[in-house]
């Protein structure tokens, strides 16, 4: 199992968000969560195709994008263009989800299906031969910083066992009010890509980045360890 933690540049400073994603790097950080909103699918809006332009030139970080956006098959390759590595969209917003995944396919780049804390697990049975990544959003999509919700850690069991029944290997990535009260339980259910906003960002990225690799590397050799 590939275990990553996903810094949410949503809650970076971005002013600094070069400098920002260098100190990522250098702590080992792999990944890096890129939310995308369009003020439509979710109220808040965020930033888009020039921002991610900027920063590949910069940074070599595997970017793992996640469009809030509704209908986002009309964006795919704007986005791969721009340099994404991953193309993560919500079940929710498209009107042909198993479409617009091949479409992301095509366009060259890694797949996810996202679903809302209240759409069902059952929905992403005809996608999951599609997607790389399967993301349970853990709170409403829209805002850092919320609270985690609990019904959630379910879903991610459910999620885990849809995919060992039909002998599909993907990426199972939680999002939202991932913490140190929250990770252990994530990881349990069956997470492994762990996105994390306002744990990371802030004040001391450097040791606070430090220390959510440490509790993600102590859980996984535990993981490891139980078998
Ligand atoms: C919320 C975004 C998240 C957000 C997570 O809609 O998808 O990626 O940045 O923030 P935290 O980790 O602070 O809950
Ligand atoms: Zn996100």
Same mark, same amino acid.
């Given at each position: 199992?590939?275990?990553?933690?996903?810094?949410?540049?949503?809650? /970076?400073?971005?002013?600094? $968000?070069?400098?920002?994603?260098?100190?990522?790097?250098?702590?080992?950080?792999?990944?890096?969560?890129?939310?995308?909103?369009?003020?439509?699918?979710?109220?808040?809006?965020?930033?888009?195709?020039?921002?991610?332009?900027?920063?590949?030139?910069?940074?070599?970080?595997?970017?793992?994008?996640?469009?809030?956006?509704?209908?986002?098959?009309?964006?795919?390759?704007?986005?791969?263009?721009?340099?994404?590595?991953?193309?993560?969209?919500?079940?929710?917003?498209?009107?042909?989800?198993?479409?617009? $995944?091949?479409?992301?396919?095509? /366009?060259?780049?890694?797949?996810?299906?996202?679903?809302?804390?209240?759409?069902?697990?059952?929905?992403?049975?005809?996608?999951?031969?599609?997607?790389? $990544?399967?993301?349970?959003?853990?709170?409403?999509?829209?805002?850092?910083?919320?609270?985690?919700?609990?019904?959630?850690?379910?879903?991610?069991?459910?999620?885990?066992?849809?995919?060992?029944?039909?002998?599909?290997?993907?990426?199972?990535?939680?999002?939202?009010?991932?913490?140190?009260?929250?990770?252990?339980?994530?990881?349990?259910?069956?997470?492994?890509?762990?996105?994390?906003?306002?744990?990371?960002?802030?004040?001391?990225?450097?040791?606070?980045?430090?220390?959510?690799?440490?509790?993600?590397?102590?859980?996984?050799?535990?993981?490891?360890?139980?078998?």
């Amino acid at each position: 199992m590939n275990y990553q933690l996903c810094p949410s540049i949503l809650s /970076a400073d971005f002013n600094h $968000l070069g400098r920002q994603l260098t100190i990522l790097e250098q702590e080992g950080v792999e990944w890096v969560h890129i939310d995308v909103m369009d003020g439509d699918f979710v109220p808040s809006i965020s930033f888009g195709m020039p921002v991610i332009r900027s920063i590949r030139k910069e940074s070599p970080l595997f970017f793992d994008v996640h469009l809030m956006v509704r209908e986002p098959s009309r964006y795919i390759e704007e986005f791969v263009k721009c340099g994404a590595d991953s193309i993560t969209v919500h079940v929710e917003a498209c009107e042909d989800p198993l479409a617009t $995944l091949k479409q992301i396919h095509a /366009a060259g780049v890694r797949s996810g299906i996202s679903i809302k804390p209240d759409t069902p697990v059952e929905v992403l049975e005809p996608l999951i031969s599609e997607s790389d $990544l399967i993301l349970v959003m853990t709170v409403e999509p829209g805002f850092g910083g919320q609270k985690y919700i609990p019904k959630c850690t379910g879903k991610i069991t459910a999620v885990r066992d849809m995919l060992r029944k039909n002998g599909i290997e993907a990426d199972i990535q939680v999002d939202g009010g991932i913490a140190d009260d929250t990770l252990g339980i994530v990881m349990d259910a069956g997470a492994n890509l762990l996105v994390a906003g306002s744990w990371v960002f802030g004040e001391d990225l450097q040791g606070k980045t430090k220390h959510a690799l440490k509790k993600l590397h102590e859980k996984e050799d535990e993981i490891i360890a139980k078998g």
